[in-house]
């Protein structure tokens, strides 16, 4: 099993550039969710899915577009490319139910410019 | 937001010592994770505890939950070098019916050869 995959692993965006990070998981799982991590921050969530169809805000979604069309894949999209936007993205997976742990891609170093 | 604290920051140690790591949260929860990052990766799970269990243990891993004081502690025993990383709690809101992860800042580690 490969996990959690995300690509790209770099990317260097120009300010009010669109984009797509990939995120695609084979563990079944129905939870998935968006991250970003800057220093000194923690990771804060951007965006989270139950289940193929419905989506919903965490802490800092503006800015961003999710979808949720299949069970293994959860792209995160990049409206317009901001220089705040700058960071580390990780998507994570875990089974629907409370005493159970995620699941994370390696990361996504974005840097917008 | 219901983001934990940690606490130290950083924590420099030899190997050998004991490391010690602290998280304070705000809400009621249903359990805390204990996440470990090693530089430019992923997080990878290392403990659950759930919120009617006070201790648990993991290899040389100790968790103590108090749920009274809204904190937990995470003991890291007979510290390795390959212990060098950053170590996140993260907590699942008493409410939650998806098991949402809602982390903390995070504790640098290193562990001197």
């Known amino acids: 099993n490969a996990g959690v995959t995300q690509t790209p692993k770099f990317q260097v965006l120009k300010t009010g550039q669109s984009m797509t990070l990939q995120c695609a998981q084979d563990?079944?799982?129905?939870?998935m969710s968006w991250y970003r991590q800057d220093p000194g921050m923690g990771l804060r969530l951007i965006h989270y899915?139950?289940?193929?169809?419905?989506?919903d805000q965490g802490e800092v979604p503006n800015g961003y577009n999710v979808s949720r069309s299949t069970t293994e894949d959860f792209p995160l999209r990049l409206l317009s490319a901001a220089p705040s936007q700058t960071s580390v993205y990780f998507c994570?997976?875990?089974?629907?139910?409370?005493?159970?742990?995620?699941?994370f891609g390696q990361g996504t170093r974005l840097t917008v410019v | 937001s219901q983001q934990g604290e940690e606490d130290p920051q950083a924590l420099s140690i030899q190997e050998g010592e004991n490391a010690t790591m602290n998280c304070s949260y705000k809400?009621?929860?249903?359990?805390l994770q204990w996440y470990r990052q090693n530089s430019g990766r992923g997080l990878v799970h290392l403990i659950l505890?759930?919120?009617?269990?006070r201790e648990k243990h993991s290899g040389r891993l100790r968790v103590t939950l108090d749920t009274s004081k809204k904190s937990s502690s995470l003991l890291i025993t007979a510290s390795r070098a390959a212990d060098t990383a950053s170590y996140f709690c993260?907590?699942?809101?008493?409410?939650?019916?998806?098991?949402?992860?809602?982390f903390g800042q995070g504790t640098t580690l290193q562990v001197k050869p």
């Open positions: 994570a997976s875990s089974y629907r139910r409370m005493n159970t742990e995620a699941f």
């Open positions: 563990m079944n799982h129905e939870y």
């Open positions: 899915s139950v289940g193929a169809g419905i989506t």
């Open positions: 809400t009621s929860i249903n359990n």
């Open positions: 505890i759930r919120s009617n269990e």
């Open positions: 993260a907590t699942v809101h008493l409410s939650s019916n998806t098991g949402k992860l809602i």
